[in-house]
């Protein structure tokens, strides 16, 4: 069994943040600011003194980098007040007369444009901080949106699946008894309304779970050598009754090269059932829905397309979205089974992707890897 890591990186980690909104990170006390600033020019000194020691020329334009630097890290107070002390450090030891210090039009001149230059830096330093403070906030108070959301559905989950599992089987002891007694032939057509209602309840119960669990990295799966034919003929199987009620005909084609697959077969089966679901359910009275299966490479691809309605090309780019419904679908579900198909193809190493034409059809392929080794699991 395999877990999905549920901490695929640090949230803390440069690389995960970025280097700039670590650079403009707002929340930063002053000691620290005024730290580092000095840090800084110390560093830019010793660095400039090196230079000199070796050429013996003092390069002003290494002084404006190094200001801009400090201006940006140590902001207004702390980066500018920094810079003036280096620009005072190196009129006394580099510029010319050594030992003095802003007594010639140079001197002056050198402070003014990198004064200049870091309070210019400094204050477009400080916007900038603001603009991605506000962008991290807003990223913050979405994701709890979202942690919320996901909470509050696992909670529904669970705690409907078990008063359903109890109205179940109620129902089915209720009908048991009454199968037994004469007269009760309006009861049980009753019952039988409310068994199609339970069902849907059931596998929109088990959406919210998946739905969830895909969220928090955390779907077990069990990846192994499975005969990949007989998934897709059991999944199959199990839609026909669905298919004769509409009366639209189901035709599978697998490749004969098709042997092994190495995915989860109950997860792989769920997401053609559901692909297989949506086609029959869009899918006009005599209309067909093909499932096909072929090897290609390291791959197996799997398509199910329909002779149905179709999607629109605004619709198109947004089928996987979670809770999304397209105008003729919105009183057809809530809008997770390709949202979980998806979800269930990628953390198994597949890719899924859709073609469609309004009043043509849609066609929706996956991919599932196949073993590197011949003999399977089961």
């Avoid at 909104?21 to 840090?39: G, I, K």
Wanted: aromatic fraction near 8%.
């Amino acid at each position: 069994m395999r877990d999905l890591d549920p901490n695929p990186l640090d949230k803390n980690d440069l690389t995960s943040t970025g280097f700039w909104e670590w650079l403009f990170q707002e929340d930063r006390s002053f000691l620290n600011r005024f730290t580092v600033s000095f840090l800084l020019a110390l560093l830019g000194f010793l660095t400039i003194a090196l230079i000199y020691h070796f050429s013996g020329l003092y390069i002003s334009t290494i002084t404006v980098i190094i200001s801009m630097i400090i201006a940006l890290y140590g902001g207004f107070l702390s980066g500018v007040f920094w810079v003036f002390v280096l620009c005072l450090m190196n009129d006394y030891y580099f510029i010319p007369p050594v030992g003095t210090v802003f007594d010639t039009v140079d001197a002056l001149l050198h402070l003014g444009i990198v004064s200049s230059v870091a309070i210019g830096t400094a204050l477009l330093a400080g916007k900038l901080r603001k603009v991605i403070s506000q962008k991290e906030n807003a990223k913050k108070v979405a994701q709890q949106a979202l942690e919320a959301r996901d909470t509050l559905l696992g909670i529904i989950s669970h705690e409907l699946r078990n008063p359903l599992a109890a109205v179940q089987t109620g129902l089915e002891l209720l009908r048991m008894g009454m199968a037994k007694a004469a007269g009760c032939e309006p009861a049980l057509k009753n019952i039988d309304r409310l068994t199609p209602s339970i069902q849907r309840m059931n596998v929109l119960i088990a959406d919210l779970l998946d739905v969830s669990r895909l969220d928090a990295h955390m779907l077990n799966l069990e990846p192994q050598s499975c005969h990949f034919k007989q998934v897709v003929s059991d999944t199959v199987k199990s839609y026909e009754p669905l298919a004769e009620e509409k009366l639209v005909r189901l035709a599978v084609d697998t490749d004969p090269a098709i042997d092994l697959a190495f995915c989860d077969p109950v997860r792989s089966g769920q997401i053609l059932a559901n692909l297989i679901g949506n086609a029959i359910k869009f899918t006009n009275t005599g209309g067909m829905v093909h499932i096909g299966a072929k090897k290609i490479g390291t791959l197996i691809e799997v398509e199910v397309a329909d002779n149905g309605k179709g999607i629109s090309s605004e619709d198109l780019p947004h089928i996987f979205d979670r809770f999304w419904q397209g105008r003729e679908a919105r009183h057809l579900g809530v809008g997770l089974g390709l949202a979980i198909a998806k979800g269930l193809v990628e953390a198994q190493g597949g890719k899924i992707w859709v073609q469609s034409q309004p009043r043509v059809g849609t066609q929706i392929t996956f991919t599932v890897p196949v073993p590197a080794s011949k003999a399977p699991d089961k």
